[in-house]
């Protein structure tokens, strides 16, 4: 069984940072490409980050590119977020999500498994 378990969300003030994590389990950790999205309150679901299966090739999106940081340890299976320059706009559920296979997909459908999510709040 597949499970991705995501840790590190909080709140935090403008300006500050947070590291989130992603333990994988039952899964071919180091064949999976890995990606991180986030959703706010009434929106939809978005992409924030993807590193390819070695970790040599990473895609962010625009709103969060030279702020985040997105890298993976495949002897540890997990998956990385660091994020500075934290904003308000940041605050969200982010999601740690995993696709078998080669390439670096900004769509949630290319996805095969999600963790339960973790909360991140940025306050003014």
């Known amino acids: 069984q597949v499970q991705l378990v995501e840790s590190g969300g909080g709140l935090v003030q403008a300006g500050g940072s947070l590291r989130l994590s992603c333990a994988a389990s039952?899964?071919?950790?180091?064949?999976?490409?890995m990606g991180w999205f986030r959703q706010a309150p009434g929106k939809e679901r978005e992409f924030v980050a993807v590193?390819?299966?070695?970790?040599?090739?990473?895609v962010y999106a625009d709103s969060v590119k030279g702020r985040f940081t997105i890298s993976r340890d495949n002897a540890k299976n997990t998956v990385y977020l660091q994020m500075n320059s934290l904003k308000p706009e940041d605050t969200a559920v982010y999601y740690c999500?995993?696709?078998?296979?080669?390439?670096?997909?900004?769509?949630?459908?290319?996805?095969?498994?999600w963790g339960q999510g973790t909360r991140v709040t940025v306050s003014s």
């Open positions: 039952g899964l071919t950790f180091s064949g999976s490409s």
């Open positions: 590193v390819s299966r070695s970790g040599l090739t990473t």
């Open positions: 999500s995993a696709r078998q296979g080669a390439g670096t997909p900004t769509l949630p459908t290319w996805y095969n498994y």
